[in-house]
């Protein structure tokens, strides 16, 4: 009886394992399909193909940059810029990527008028250098490595407590202490902040939930915008200020799902 | 048995039961949707009213696909008539047709407390709008272009006229994208009055210059215009002939769009570059070239003026910079190019000038001159080369010592521009890196969800409240410990088994055993019977011998207490000296 057990359960097991590994071998030959598509000049058909993977569940920087490149290929500004900036959010170190943005980014008729100032980003730069989980592993480690020695600290308080283990020990509180800082931000960001991408190549901006309300501005494909709120399927953005107004839902597309 | 009422009585239950009946409201709702008109043209729109008795609802307007749907809001209509109430709620739509046939508004949802009702569905004949030539027409729009298959660059006039004959308020009109092509619009709109077929037309036109990127099919889509046009009321309609309608006539606004044609253009790619053009100037259309210079007769160092000017139609806005030859001993400083540059029916048109200042540097005969440059002309269809004249410049030498100074400097600064000259590297090409081709790239990098940060953030702090607390715990058992050993020895120590009374000599001696076993298994408390002795010092790991030989000394301690039996000298000393052996045992 035990043994017919042990065998139904290592069968499962390995069917689980076959499972997932036909799984991963369509994943991959849809990447790889993409890949090639991309290579030949079809650039609709790698499109097809990057988008099933991403359907599938995999959410990787290099991907969405794939996606990218085959989406501005294809003269899809806006589907470009969008899959270029949810890439920028996972590896925005790659040189590659933002290389590409930028180009993507110079396409775009409309110009940004409220940046990030540069004050601002020398004061945290971590945050535009590493990504959201980087910051989120290394905070965990140097709040472990802090704990650690702050409790070797109390076992052994005389040993512990020269000059130079001093700093390491206020430098650790230090860097920890910013890094969860800035990760509980980012996850605030993720959650309730919500940016998006204009898809369509000209959209009007209205004052109202419908087509016949007043035209406030125009925006172009590819223009980033930060939604404020949502209603009967149109999105109230906000593309700087003075500029925000009402949008068909469909216009847009949300860089953080 | 039967219950025998008042004829009077019956008669006045009846009528009221009828009046409660009747007044309350009615159940269940009557949906049903009405248009004013069946029979339109293109640019007329139908106004739609879905009626719902009895309360709001939402209705569902995505299913009409045939028209643009524009929501005109609700009103809302009560009436209480032989005290039945009746309520009655109309969603309004204006519905503007997308193309001409038999167009169905199909059955709508009506979603009325979680319920759906529907509408019946109504068919719109669509017809053509009236032909624009034959004065039919109120109003009507027309949009046209100046060529049909330019050239890449080449500019070419989209023309938008809008014809009136009667007013139209609230005008709004949508231009195409010109997807494709660099837009510039040209002034301000010109309106002018025009007679078509007897009937004066007031003609509003717009013009907009198109230089196409790339050559290819393009399609302009259709300028849309939107507005309301002044009608008669209908109840005036239907009083024709009343003497006072002219004085109470009322009029009322009537939504209307009017929508152009789309215009196909052929985009042809510019002919290949002739083996004998060195470079093609980027130019497109028609163009002349000119120069002058200001002086040609000049000493070293003096500086004199060359201008060279392009006049002509097209995209003069591109060029930036000419191919000029400068002589061996001259120093040359370009200025910004002036431009004049305006737009007219044919697109744009002017001159661009680029001026130079140059400096001779060494007396000479010098040519100055020609300037060229090879543009394609859109009447011939092929490449042209147009060049200035030649300009004979004569240099003598300077009697100013500053100015044979400044030639020296430049002289020397050109000895020094014999070196490989720094040149800024510019950009000649955009496009985008490469895809990546790896397999990492099916790598999930999705961050942690906020719970498991907060359990990997708050983790180390509380077990290290923990392990804190645990080795407080731990020292403090070690302190108490130690404690009791020296008090244990310090009691055996201070005491005097010869001098003491008995009873306290054996008080002593049971404290320092006590404090002896507490010093061996930590706790707190000095009562220790001799049963407790196992269960505290086993768990101590004590030696089996040890327990026993402290349990049966604290028995006789206990027993000698509390029996009152009389100690001599010599049974004082064994029984010091074997408490003395056990205490010292246990304090090891």
New interface residues.
């Given amino acids: 009886m035990q043994i017919k057990a042990i065998k139904a359960t290592v069968c499962c097991i390995i069917g689980i394992l076959i499972l997932f590994n036909i799984l991963?071998a369509s994943?991959?030959m849809s990447?790889m399909n993409g890949?090639k598509a991309?290579?030949e000049g079809n650039y609709d058909e790698a499109v097809s193909q990057f988008t099933k993977?991403v359907q599938s569940?995999?959410?990787?920087?290099?991907?969405f940059?794939?996606l990218g490149?085959?989406y501005?290929?294809q003269e899809n500004l806006g589907r470009a810029v969008l899959w270029y900036e949810r890439a920028h959010r996972?590896m925005p170190r790659d040189p590659?990527l933002r290389?590409?943005l930028e180009?993507?980014r110079g396409l775009v008729k409309d110009q940004v008028e409220e940046k990030t100032s540069p004050l601002i980003k020398s004061l945290f730069f971590w945050n535009y250098i590493l990504?959201?989980?980087e910051i989120?592993l290394l905070?965990?480690g140097f709040?472990?490595s802090?704990?650690?020695m702050?409790?070797f600290r109390?076992?052994y308080s005389k040993k512990l407590k020269s000059f130079f283990l001093n700093i390491i020990y206020y430098s650790l509180l230090n860097i920890s202490a910013v890094l969860?800082l800035t990760?509980f931000y980012n996850?605030y960001d993720f959650?309730h902040v919500k940016q998006a991408v204009i898809l369509p190549?000209?959209i009007s901006i209205r004052s109202g939930l419908?087509?016949?309300s007043t035209?406030l501005f125009t925006l172009h494909a590819g223009s980033k915008v930060k939604i404020q709120s949502e209603k009967n399927n149109y999105v109230k953005i906000y593309f700087s200020n003075g500029k925000l107004g009402w949008i068909k839902r469909s216009a847009i597309e949300i860089i953080n799902t | 048995m039967y219950l025998n009422f008042d004829p009077c009585f019956k008669k006045s239950a009846l009528i009221i039961l009828i009046i409660f009946f009747s007044s309350s409201p009615a159940f269940g709702a009557d949906v049903r949707a009405t248009v004013d008109n069946t029979n339109i043209s293109l640019n007329e729109s139908v106004s739609l009213k879905v009626i719902v008795n009895d309360g709001g609802c939402d209705v569902d307007t995505s299913l009409i696909k045939d028209f643009?749907v524009?929501?005109r809001g609700e009103s809302t209509n009560i009436q209480i008539i032989n005290s039945k109430y009746s309520k009655e709620v109309s969603h309004n739509f204006l519905l503007f047709p997308i193309r001409k046939g038999h167009l169905s508004i199909p059955a709508l949802p009506v979603n009325q407390d979680g319920k759906v009702f529907y509408t019946q569905a109504i068919t719109v004949n669509v017809s053509d709008s009236p032909s624009e030539k034959s004065g039919m027409a109120d109003i009507f729009i027309t949009a046209d272009v100046s060529k049909t298959d330019p050239f890449v660059s080449e500019q070419i006039v989209y023309t938008f006229q809008l014809f009136q004959a009667v007013k139209i308020a609230n005008a709004?009109l949508k231009e195409p994208?010109f997807?494709g092509f660099f837009s510039i619009k040209i002034g301000d709109e010109k309106t002018y009055r025009k007679i078509i077929n007897g009937r004066n037309y007031s003609v509003t036109e717009l013009q907009y210059v198109l230089i196409p990127d790339k050559a290819g099919k393009i399609r302009i889509e259709p300028s849309v215009l939107?507005g309301d046009i002044a009608r008669a009321a209908s109840r005036s309609r239907t009083n024709r002939g009343f003497p006072f309608d002219s004085f109470f006539n009322t009029r009322q606004l009537e939504p209307k769009q009017y929508i152009t044609k789309s215009i196909n253009l052929n985009i042809r790619s510019l002919p290949a570059v002739p083996e004998t053009v060195k470079r093609f100037s980027g130019l497109v259309g028609k163009f002349s070239i000119n120069s002058e210079i200001s002086n040609e007769q000049v000493e070293v160092g003096d500086s004199t003026t060359f201008s060279v000017t392009i006049e002509g139609e097209g995209n003069l806005i591109d060029l930036s910079r000419l191919d000029l030859t400068v002589p061996d001993h001259w120093k040359i400083y370009e200025d910004k190019p002036v431009e004049e540059l305006n737009t007219g029916p044919r697109g744009y048109y002017g001159r661009k000038t680029f001026k130079y200042a140059m400096v001779p540097i060494k007396s000479d005969d010098y040519v100055i001159g020609p300037v060229s440059l090879v543009y394609f002309d859109i009447d011939q269809e092929k490449y042209l080369p147009i060049s200035t004249e030649q300009f004979a410049v004569s240099v003598k030498p300077s009697g100013d010592p500053n100015k044979a100074i400044f030639a020296d400097d430049v002289q020397t600064e050109n000895k020094k521009s014999l070196l490989p000259k720094k040149i800024t590297v510019k950009v000649i090409g955009?496009?985008?890196?490469?895809?990546?081709?790896?397999?990492?790239?099916?790598?999930?990098?999705?961050?942690?969800p906020?719970f498991n940060?907060l359990v990997?953030?708050g983790a180390?702090?509380l077990?290290?409240c923990f392990?804190?607390f645990f080795?407080l715990g731990y020292q403090k058992q070690i302190n108490e410990e130690k404690i009791s050993r020296k008090k244990a020895l310090k009691i055996l120590k201070d005491m005097s088994v010869d001098r003491l009374p008995e009873n306290e000599l054996l008080t002593s001696l049971y404290q320092s055993l006590c404090f002896a076993i507490r010093s061996k298994a930590g706790g707190k408390g000095l009562s220790i019977t001799s049963s407790e002795v196992e269960r505290i010092l086993k768990p101590a790991g004590c030696p089996e011998i040890i327990i026993e030989s402290t349990a049966a000394l604290l028995e006789e301690i206990e027993s000698i207490k509390y029996s009152g039996k009389r100690l001599d000298q010599a049974d004082r000393s064994d029984l010091a000296s074997k408490s003395e052996k056990v205490i010292k045992e246990l304090c090891k």
């Fill in positions: 991963y994943e991959t990447y890949i991309y290579q993977n569940g995999i959410n990787n920087g290099k991907l940059y794939n490149n085959a501005l290929k996972l590659d290389f590409n180009y993507a990504s959201f989980s989120i905070s965990i709040s472990i802090f704990w650690l702050t409790f109390c076992i969860i990760g996850y959650i190549e000209k419908s087509d016949d035209e | 643009k524009t929501p709004r994208e997807k939107t955009h496009d985008i890196l490469p895809i990546k081709d790896d397999l990492t790239a099916m790598k999930n990098q999705s961050h942690m906020l940060y990997c953030v180390p702090p077990l290290f392990f804190t080795l």
